[in-house]
């Protein structure tokens, strides 16, 4: 049984940082290209960033791009997001999530399996 569990996510005020883990299981990690996405209240889940099988590639959504990094442990079947320069509009429920396919992309359907989400708050 696949799970991905997202852990880190907190109350932090704006220009602060914060480190998400994405912790998995039951899939060989390695094989897997990962991203973050976040889903704001009462906004569609968005594409934060993705990352390659061996972590050497990465893609960030403009709105993130320079303050947010993406990296991952294989030995360890884990991911990581970065955040820092922290804004409230940043605040968002934050979701890992794994695809089957070699092709970057920001769309949802395109990965397989998902967490649950942590929360992040960012105040003013």
């Known amino acids: 049984q696949v799970q991905l569990a997202e852990s880190g996510g907190g109350l932090v005020q704006a220009g602060g940082s914060l480190r998400l883990s994405c912790a998995t299981s039951g899939l060989t990690f390695i094989n897997y290209p990962m991203a973050w996405f976040r889903q704001a209240p009462g906004k569609e889940r968005e594409f934060v960033g993705h990352i390659s099988r061996n972590g050497d590639s990465t893609v960030y959504a403009d709105a993130v791009k320079g303050r947010f990094t993406i990296s991952r442990d294989n030995a360890k079947n884990t991911m990581y997001l970065q955040m820092n320069s922290l804004k409230p509009e940043d605040t968002a429920v934050y979701y890992c999530?794994?695809?089957?396919?070699?092709?970057?992309?920001?769309?949802?359907?395109?990965?397989?399996?998902w967490g649950q989400g942590t929360q992040v708050t960012v105040s003013s």
């Open positions: 999530a794994a695809t089957r396919s070699l092709v970057i992309s920001a769309r949802r359907n395109a990965y397989n399996y």
